[in-house]
């Protein structure tokens, strides 16, 4: 089957608005992590905001439904940031911590589903 071509360039797109749902309990926990790694995760989200090529590793969570990606910062320790791409014009961040095992961690995919099922279920503002 033939592909249809797209008439928008990736680099003609608007950029997207960086959000941070919860705000307060996300801010929270970027301002735990070292300094390093908050502004890597920082950069790097203004980056994929602009629709520009990552510094650091992407993978989508696939998981915890569509749309829901994490940036990795492997190390000892492991660093993650996990944000959402499914509404309109909007990255939403949705959590940021330490990864403690290997593997799947629980604790994140527990609190980004928790925050995932309260943004689904959040009104829209008009």
Not at 20 to 41: G, H, I, Q
Not at 59 to 64: G, K, N, R
Request: charged share 25%; glycine share 6%; net charge positive.
């Amino acid at each position: 089957m033939a592909q249809k071509k797209r008439d928008i360039n990736e680099s003609s797109r608007k950029p997207l608005h960086i959000s941070f749902y919860p705000e307060k309990s996300v801010l929270k926990e970027m301002s735990k992590l070292p300094a390093r790694e908050r502004d890597r995760f920082l950069l790097n989200l203004q980056l994929k905001a602009a629709n520009e090529d990552l510094t650091c590793d992407s993978s989508p969570l696939s998981s915890l439904g569509h749309g829901v990606y994490e940036l990795c910062i492997n190390g000892s320790p492991a660093w993650r940031c996990i944000y959402y791409t499914g509404l309109p014009g909007q990255l939403v961040v949705m959590h940021a911590c330490e990864k403690t095992t290997n593997g799947q961690d629980r604790q994140i995919k527990n609190v980004v589903g928790k925050r995932m099922k309260a943004l689904r279920n959040e009104p829209k503002a008009a």
